[in-house]
């Protein structure tokens, strides 16, 4: 992989020389004993955590659990689009990022498998995983979700799996004030990620048939792909798009 220009990965304290080693490579950059003047993934003994620009954001599922206890799942858009009768039920989230949404899908009981392409976001989000399921509170939820890194359209459909559920969540177009978009937005933006092709995406995800297909949109956001969804669930500021398929006879 051609190393980032913008990119260094820094030994923290508590790093292993190593895992940094073969981190750096992954995500095409190089190792330095200082964060970089742009971008720095930082690792030390307790994780990994993305600095730069005066902002450092590191993974943490421990920040949703106010959302998935003392009754509030259930209000959660997201639970409510996707409920199902199924006590087992799969889904796939074809674009993870840091797998916020999948967490909510977890919480409500689905065994969810995340897609994510780019290696930096793919690393946290392992990372973020790895020490979730050593949480207490959070462990069960976590076991539910598994990453697999690299594109959905390619790899999706080679797994011979058919989801009760394809969550789609392309990169809004950036449309907020620089200084209401959180850490998280701010540093993420920054990296250089491939552009979401947005036809072959939900193509894929209506080749795989599953029952439905969940599209997360602006709330005056295009349809994706300009396909008209069989119906939408709104909110505030986003919508959720609902795909049904058929189930297939054969």
């Keep these: 992989m051609t190393e980032s ?52 954001y590191r993974g943490d599922f421990e920040q949703m659990l106010h959302r998935v206890t003392k009754g509030r799942l259930q209000h959660e858009m997201l639970v409510h689009v996707s409920k199902t009768d199924d006590p087992h039920p799969t889904a796939v989230d074809a674009t ?57 359209i390619e790899l999706l459909p080679t797994l011979g799996i058919v989801p009760d559920l394809i969550y789609l969540d392309p990169m809004f177009p ?9 850490k998280k937005l701010q540093l993420i933006q920054k990296l250089e990620h491939p ?19 969940i599209i997360k949109r602006p709330l005056k956001g295009a349809n994706l792909a300009g396909r008209t969804p069989s119906y939408s669930v709104r909110g505030k500021a986003i919508r959720y798009d609902c795909i049904t398929l058929p189930r297939n006879s054969s």
């Design 96 to 152: 993870a990022g840091m797998g916020e949404d999948a967490f909510l899908l977890a919480a409500s009981g689905y065994s969810v498998t995340l897609f994510e392409q780019n290696p930096v976001i793919a690393a946290l989000l392992k990372d973020a995983l790895r020490r979730a399921k050593k949480h207490p509170d959070l462990k069960e939820i976590a076991q539910r979700m598994q990453l697999v890194e690299g594109n959905s």
């Design 5 to 56: 220009k913008n990119l260094v990965v820094c030994m923290g304290k508590g790093a292993q020389r190593d895992a940094a080693a073969a981190l750096a490579r992954r995500v095409g950059a190089s190792l330095s004993d200082k964060p970089g003047p742009q971008l720095t993934l930082m690792v030390d003994g307790s994780g990994i955590s993305l600095m730069g620009y005066g902002l450092s």
């Design 174 to 182: 950036a449309r907020q004030k620089s200084g209401l978009i959180n």
């Design 195 to 213: 552009c979401v092709e947005e036809e072959a995406l939900l193509n894929m995800a209506i080749g795989i048939h599953p029952p439905k297909i």
